[in-house]
T-cell receptor, first 114, second 115 residues
Framework: EPEVTQTPSHQVTQMGQEVILRCVPI?????FYWYRQILGQKVEFLVS????????KSEIFDDQFSVERPDGSNFTLKIRSTKLEDSAMYFC????????????FGDGTRLSIL | AQKVTQAQTEISVVEKEDVTLDCVYE???????LFWYKQPPSGELVFLIR??????QNEISGRYSWNFQKSTSSFNFTITASQVVDSAVYFC????????????FGTGTRLTVIP
């Protein structure tokens, strides 16, 4: 069964450094998402991406964050200057072209900021 | 604004017992979808079910069943004859028209099934 893959599974970074989290969505999906889950808390929406541009973003997704689809398969989340509070599990998800369709999640990247 | 409430933070049951996980939602939209996701200890999010606001039929899938009641804005999830492998955090989530296509999650219920 097709699945969303995320790399790395765990990223440790010094505060202030840039980090790029990578995702390969399911190949025929058109909508892509990033969510964040701080340890022990609920999953929160960050950003959605469709047709090579951001569709929607939350208040969390400030100027430190950016997303990109650099080629036909990868979808990346960049945090420009990481802060301690960016430590969380980051999930990538994708869905097919229809609204309200189930979003299929990757296994997540655990980001630890030191 | 959307809101998803999972009042049960943690539940423990003994294997083979039935357990119901509650979910209450709020939305101003008439068209919306409700979801349940499972997060096992390994951390991934696994899609379980989607239900739209126009379909109040209950659904059964093996040991899992879902009860959707618009009158009480609830979408409860029952596991029958629980097993140790059911131990996980379960999230209820909502997509409505206000939130575009974004999942709005509840805070989750941690289910522990004791052998």
């Amino acid at each position: 069964e097709p699945e969303v893959t995320q790399t790395p599974s765990h990223q440790v970074t010094q505060m202030g450094q840039e980090v790029i989290l990578r995702c390969v969505p399911i190949s025929n999906h058109l909508y892509f998402y990033w969510y964040r889950q701080i340890l022990g808390q609920k999953v929160e929406f960050l950003v959605s991406f469709y047709n090579n541009e951001i569709s929607e973003k939350s208040e969390i997704f400030d100027d430190q964050f950016s997303v990109e689809r650099p080629d036909g398969s990868n979808f990346t989340l960049k945090i420009r200057s990481t802060k301690l509070e960016d430590s969380a599990m980051y999930f990538c998800a994708s869905s097919d072209g229809q609204a309200f369709r189930p979003q299929h999640f990757g296994d997540g990247t655990r980001l630890s900021i030191l | 604004a959307q809101k998803v409430t999972q009042a049960q933070t943690e539940i423990s049951v003994v294997e083979k017992e039935d357990v119901t996980l509650d979910c209450v939602y709020e939305t101003r939209d008439t068209t919306y979808y409700l979801f349940w996701y499972k997060q096992p200890p390994s951390g991934e999010l696994v899609f379980l079910i989607r239900r739209n606001s126009f379909d109040e039929q209950n659904e059964i899938s093996g040991r899992y069943s879902w009860n959707f009641q618009k009158s009480t804005s609830s979408f409860n999830f029952t596991i029958t004859a629980s097993q140790v492998v059911d131990s996980a955090v379960y999230f209820c989530a909502l997509i409505d028209q206000t939130g575009a296509n974004n999942l709005f999650f509840g805070t989750g219920t941690r289910l522990t099934v004791i052998p």
